[in-house]
C-alpha cells in the first residue's frame, strides 16, 4: 500500500509562482509513474502533469504546458509540481497519484491505483 501526501498549497495572487509536493513512504517509490489531478469545485479531476518512473519522461495537460514543471526526486521519495504565472482557474485542490503496475507517462486518472488527501491551490484576482 502506497500512501501519498500533498503539501505546498495556499493563497496566492495571479501571477504568483507555487510549488506543491508529494511524499510517499515507500521504498519502491522509484518504480512508480505518478501525475497530478487537481478537481474544482462541481468538477472532474483534471489531468495536468505525470511523470515516469525514473523522471525522464514527462506530460503536461494544455491548460498548464509551458508554465508548469513537473519533476520527481528518487532519494527523496518527493514529486513536485513547480506552477508559475497562476491563474484564477488553476484553483482546485491538488490530488497526487502513483500507479505500481504499469511504466510509461500516465495521463488517465483511471489508471492510478493511489491517491493522495489533496491540498489546496487558491488563486486570487
Known amino acids: 500500500q502506497v500512501q501519498l501526501l500533498e503539501s505546498g498549497g495556499g493563497l496566492v495572487q495571479v501571477g504568483d509562482s507555487l510549488r506543491v509536493s508529494c511524499t510517499a513512504s515507500?521504498?519502491?517509490?522509484?518504480?512508480?509513474?505518478m501525475g497530478w489531478f487537481p478537481q474544482a469545485p462541481g468538477k472532474d479531476r483534471q489531468f495536468v502533469a505525470a511523470?515516469?518512473?525514473?523522471?525522464?519522461?514527462?506530460n503536461y495537460g494544455d491548460s498548464v504546458k509551458g508554465r508548469s514543471t513537473i519533476s520527481k526526486d528518487n532519494n527523496k521519495n518527493a514529486m513536485f509540481l513547480q506552477m508559475n504565472n497562476l491563474k484564477p482557474e488553476d484553483t482546485a485542490v491538488y490530488y497526487c497519484?502513483?500507479?505500481?503496475?504499469?511504466?510509461?507517462?500516465?495521463?488517465?486518472?483511471?489508471?492510478?491505483?493511489?491517491w493522495g488527501q489533496g491540498t489546496q491551490v487558491t488563486v486570487s484576482s
Open positions: 497519484a502513483a500507479d505500481e503496475r504499469r511504466t510509461g507517462v500516465i495521463s488517465k486518472a483511471w489508471l492510478y491505483d493511489y
Open positions: 515507500e521504498d519502491t517509490f522509484s518504480k512508480l509513474p
Open positions: 511523470i515516469s518512473r525514473s523522471g525522464t519522461g514527462t
